[in-house]
């Protein structure tokens, strides 16, 4: 496994874990030992990602603002990554309500089928509309509101609270410019030391990848809906899938024009995030490792990434988006409602609004979608259409949301002169050689690793 790279071999556990579950379905007491025995080793490795995200986005925002020595520097920067994922959500928004209109899916589901699959996920679609509706109640500021915390360690206690605790470390990494630099370096240098930490950590946990995407997969494979279920679906999965792939292209031809660097050097640097990002369904669980490959791999500044990637992880969600947008017409189209232009329209604002409150985490578009169903006048009740087909999709639009967030991190390094070669360090490393351990006691510690 050493002797391969760390993408090859993520997928090589994720393909063990899709046999090894297959082959586990054929015996009675086999779906509940993956529960019981597998999946457990699967939410382990989720979590342990997740725990190190907010001190991550902590440390590496306080250092990378408060190395810009200048606020006018943040300013800009902040304009452009902003704008920048605004466009690129207007554009997936648009791909997608383009497909569903030429696919038109949801002429293929017929009134059984229908039937069908509301009766079977209407339950967890009443879930959904209930925590839609909890915030269409909220007041027009209620965003605003919301995104300054009134207690960091509480805002930092919950993984929900991105934007809170991006906020803070906004703030304090400000305060850390305006002050004397005889005040800010010792505050600087623990933070320096602090990041340098959560990176360590990052290598040890990736060196469990495989074997965690191995446990999430064998997990959905065993949960997974009827196989009748998807087939009344397939036209509606290949429309989503036919847009993400569209917004991949999208990202490769930006970054290729705007920085000059090929498809090749894009996509390869970012497979082991997009392999993640498939097997979490997760942004803010991938985001440590979009961090490290964007920094080591594709060259991008410390102090760009930092501050561009954890925002992008909150507010930028191009591939949920799109499916938002592909998902609201197909169930309309369903119930043989036949959308206008300016409806559609109200669509592309509502669900790039919606993509940017929408949380980091598995499942948070179905909530977004309910208020993009709401918008356009669609029966909420059609959400159940979809909840069967839904998990696969979700893996496939996060590939694309960490996707994006990478190749705007690209661009808006490229347009600040932040972008340089890749400075790319081994998963094992520890630091020089005149460190405190030797090379055989590092060779050692490797080992047992």
């Known amino acids: 496994m050493k002797k391969l790279a760390l993408h090859w071999q993520i997928l090589l556990g994720m393909a063990l874990g899709v046999l090894f579950a297959l082959v586990l379905t054929n015996f009675s007491w086999g ?7 597998i999946k457990p080793f699967g939410n382990i490795f989720i979590n342990s990602l997740k725990l190190i995200a907010v001190p991550l986005i902590l440390a590496s925002l306080i250092k990378g603002i408060s190395d810009l020595k200048d606020i006018s520097k943040l300013s800009k920067m902040g304009t452009r990554t902003i704008l920048t994922y605004i466009g690129t959500t207007v554009i997936a928004v648009s791909i997608g309500l383009a497909l569903v209109n030429l696919i038109k899916p949801g002429s ?10 509301i009766s079977s996920y209407e339950g967890d679609a009443n879930v959904r509309i209930a925590d839609a509706q ?52 010792p505050v600087k240098d623990f933070f320096d030391g602090f990041n340098e930490v959560i990176l360590k950590m990052i290598d040890l946990i990736m060196l469990t990848a495989p074997y965690g995407v191995f446990a999430l997969l064998a997990a959905l ?16 999965a290949l429309t989503v899938l036919i847009g993400l792939a569209l917004m991949i292209g999208f990202y490769v031809l930006l970054v290729w024009i705007v920085t000059k660097n090929k498809p090749s050097f894009f996509l390869n640097g970012m497979a082991p995030a997009q392999l993640l990002a498939f097997s979490t369904s997760s942004s803010a669980a991938t985001l440590p490792v979009t961090m490290e490959r964007v920094e080591e791999h594709m060259g991008v500044h410390k102090e760009v990434a930092s501050f561009v990637l954890p925002i992008g992880a909150t507010i930028n969600m191009d591939g949920t988006s799109l499916y938002q947008a592909v998902a609201a017409v197909f169930i309309a189209q369903a119930f043989g409602m036949d959308l206008s232009f300016g409806t559609q329209l109200g669509i592309i604002a509502t669900a790039t609004l919606a ?12 909530v977004m979608l309910v208020i ?6 669609i029966p909420e009740a059609g959400l159940a259409l979809i909840f069967a087909i839904d998990r696969p999709l979700d893996m496939c639009r996060t590939t694309v949301n960490v996707t994006g967030d990478a190749a705007v991190a690209m661009i808006v390094a490229k347009s600040v002169d932040k972008l340089g070669p890749p400075n790319v360090k081994d998963w094992d490393d520890n630091y020089d050689a005149d460190a405190t351990t030797t090379p055989v006691e590092r060779e050692e510690v490797s080992t047992k690793i």
């Open 31 to 37: 779906p509940d030992f993956v529960g019981d025995w």
């Open 108 to 117: 293929a589901i017929n009134q059984d089928t229908r039937d069908d699959l």
């Open 221 to 236: 494979v065993v949960e997974s809906p009827s196989t009748d279920l998807f087939a009344a679906l397939a036209m509606y």
């Open 134 to 185: 909890k915030q269409k109640d909220a007041g027009p500021l209620q965003a605003l509101e919301d995104l300054v915390p009134s207690n960091i360690f509480g805002a930092a206690s919950d993984n929900s609270n991105m934007l809170q605790v991006i906020f803070f470390a906004i703030f304090f990494g400000i305060g850390l410019i305006l002050i004397p630099e005889k005040q800010s370096k």
């Open 355 to 366: 993509s940017i409150g929408s949380a980091a985490v598995p499942g948070a578009g179905m």
């Open 372 to 377: 993009v169903l709401a918008q356009a006048g």
